[in-house]
């Protein structure tokens, strides 16, 4: 199975920053190969795309929310991509995840063999 490992979060007040990361746990192949999505679930809310970051190196952003503040980046290196997240918003808050997709581009599926990890808590608020 395909593993990812979200970290970075925690609680930060309005207009605040944070830098998210995802770190590939347990996958066949780096994951410069994969198209990398950031996801978030609200309380009582389903589970929505923010930005995809593709191995080539384009971003397709699904939230106009948040649009402008949101950037998404890789370390090849390190092998982990980051979200970053400026100026915060009470309706940020969330449990962040990352997941590869089954091609290197962007697209609407997840990889069939990824197990979604616990992701990590981002709380926004005075």
């Known amino acids: 199975q395909l593993q990812l490992v979200e970290s970075g979060g925690g609680l930060v007040q309005p207009g605040g920053s944070l830098r998210l990361s995802c770190l590939a746990s347990?996958?066949?192949?780096?994951?410069?190969?994969?198209?990398i999505t950031w996801f978030r679930q609200a309380p009582g809310k389903d589970r929505e795309r923010v930005l995809c970051l593709a191995s080539a190196g384009y971003v397709t952003e699904y939230l106009d929310s948040v649009k402008g503040r949101f950037s998404v980046a890789r370390d090849d290196v390190k092998n982990t991509v980051y979200l970053q997240m400026n100026n915060l918003k009470p309706e940020d808050t969330a449990v962040y995840y990352c997941?590869?997709?089954?091609?290197?581009?962007?697209?609407?599926?997840?990889?069939?063999?990824?197990?979604w990890g616990q992701g990590t808590q981002v709380t926004v608020s005075s």
């Open positions: 997941a590869p997709g089954t091609y290197t581009y962007c697209s609407d599926d997840v990889s069939p063999n990824f197990r």
């Open positions: 347990k996958l066949p192949v780096a994951l410069e190969f994969y198209a």
